[in-house]
């Protein structure tokens, strides 16, 4: 526990780093039998934020000697035409990871989209597949952003058995994978949301908080107990315009013993698993 009067920051751009500079070691010696690790992202649509994610997507994997491919296309394009180019995609030996960036237009079923990715190739570990395998603890790909969190609990030695963890937020793309993967490493779970009845009160109960519900201070300072690891997901604007998270930071940094910063904290860890998981999509396929 941390006893001084504000709590350790948990740096998300020096830990996504670190791993960046293992993955690009990895990316290298698998060149030299041959094999570059491929990522193809397609963006569908002129959505401005989705432009940005893209962009720092396929940097991060040139920066890691990788090979990355992006492909865009109008918003007038049909779920037909999407669905053919991830089954051609599917099929090309250059690329190991495909990702379909979110939102897409309106008139595209995400749900078939993200279900047509091969399992082997889905490296945002959202198919159905993947999300079974993390179930029942099989191999398969964990989404990118509670994989992330969970990295940077492990930077921190933080040993999670018998530890009570409680997620706000129940999405399947953070809250839910982020529970399993607690659980996994011996937590016991509470997973809170909009029907939660009382929030302070399971909150004040935690060794470890993940805050996953895009909503400015749903954690105070009086929500959390001396010395709680808070881990902030959120992604928000504050009154100001600035980058902020669901987490009180002023507040709340003066009663835990870890929190992480936004921006500086999950952010840079997600794009940092996506290239993990690429990198291990191809590894995967050179073993076989």
């Known amino acids: 526990m941390n006893n001084s009067t504000s709590a350790q920051i948990i740096d998300g751009n020096a830990l996504a780093a670190h791993l960046r500079t293992d993955v690009k070691r990895r990316a290298a010696a698998l060149a ?9 992202v397609v963006l569908v649509g002129e959505n ?43 099929q090309d030996r250059t690329i190991h990871g495909i990702l379909v960036q979110l939102p897409l237009p309106v008139h595209i079923d995400a749900a078939k989209v993200i279900e047509a990715i091969s399992p082997a190739k889905d490296v945002d570990g959202f198919h159905i597949a993947s999300a079974g395998a993390l179930m029942v603890g099989q191999q398969g790909f964990w989404p990118c952003t ?26 399947n793309i953070v809250g839910k994978p982020m529970a399993l993967m607690l659980l ?5 779970v509470t997973i809170c949301h909009s029907a939660t009845a009382d929030l302070k009160a399971l909150t004040l109960q935690a060794d470890v908080i993940v805050a996953a519900v895009g909503k400015r201070n749903v954690l105070t300072a009086d929500m959390v107990k001396p010395g709680a690891v808070v881990i902030d997901v959120g992604m928000n604007r504050n009154d100001e315009g600035k980058l902020c998270g669901d987490v009180d930071f002023e507040g709340v940094r003066q009663v835990a013993g870890y929190i992480t910063p936004v921006p500086g904290g999950v952010g840079p860890m997600t794009i940092t698993m996506l290239l993990v998981n690429t990198l291990e999509a191809a590894e995967r396929e050179f073993a076989a």
């Open 32 to 40: 030299a039998k041959g094999v570059t690790p491929g990522l193809a």
């Open 48 to 90: 401005p934020a989705s432009q940005v994610y893209v962009r720092n997507k396929v940097k991060g994997c040139v920066d890691a000697g990788m090979h990355s491919v992006l492909e865009r296309y109008a918003d007038t394009m049909t779920e037909d035409e999407l669905l053919a180019r991830i089954d051609a995609l599917n």
């Open 146 to 171: 509670p994989y992330g969190c969970m990295k940077m609990l492990e930077s921190i030695g933080y040993n999670l058995r018998g530890k009570h963890a409680v997620v706000i937020g129940r999405s």
């Open 184 to 188: 996994q490493q011996n937590a016991t």
